[in-house]
């Protein structure tokens, strides 16, 4: 009788312990969609991240006045894009469109500044060299293959 109700508490524990497993292994689940910004289900057949679209046009970036912007620790970017319209991803439910996109900048291994801004500045720069990577993305932020690297020297 009480090997049978000790074999039956182990029986429930080992039940417990599956739950807690489980429950672990959810919510870690669930953090790692969070962290990955994973997009809720929609109607979307594709998923964004693997279908990116050439978009056939062009990206020039340049500095402006950068001797003089290094001088005060300042980089001015300026891009020109032909082909592809700037738009807020925002607006375009993060579907990647033939002929919209948006700009992305990036310092060194600074955070990506996601915009449709031309023109930009970054202050503050520590002195040394730093690339400044300009690249055309996708409504869903993937590349499209369109960039440029720029490169400036603050003394
Ligand atoms: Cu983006």
């Known amino acids: 009788m009480s ?20 429950m672990v292994l959810l919510s870690l689940t669930v953090a790692l969609a969070v962290a990955a910004h994973v997009e ?7 998923p964004a ?7 056939s046009g062009t990206l020039t970036a340049s500095l402006v006045d950068p001797a003089a912007s290094a001088k005060e620790k300042t980089a001015t970017v300026k891009v020109q894009v032909t082909g592809v319209k700037l738009i ?19 310092v ?13 500045s ?10 400044i ?8 932020h ?5 960039g440029q690297t720029l490169e400036i020297t603050v003394p």
């Open 40 to 46: 809720p289900a929609t109607n979307d057949s594709k």
């Open 133 to 140: 990577v300009v690249m055309l993305a996708n409504n869903d």
């Open 3 to 22: 090997n049978q109700t000790s074999s039956r508490s182990v029986r429930t524990l080992a039940l417990i312990v599956t739950l807690c497993a489980l």
């Open 88 to 106: 807020d991803p925002a607006l375009t439910n993060k579907r990647p469109t033939k002929g919209q996109g948006h700009l992305h900048y990036r």
């Open 108 to 120: 060194d291994d600074g955070p990506v500044i996601a915009t449709t801004t031309t023109k930009l």
């Open 122 to 131: 970054f202050h503050e720069l520590t002195s040394g060299k730093h690339q």
């Open 142 to 146: 993937s590349p499209t293959g369109l």
């Open 49 to 55: 991240a693997s279908s990116p679209v050439a978009q």
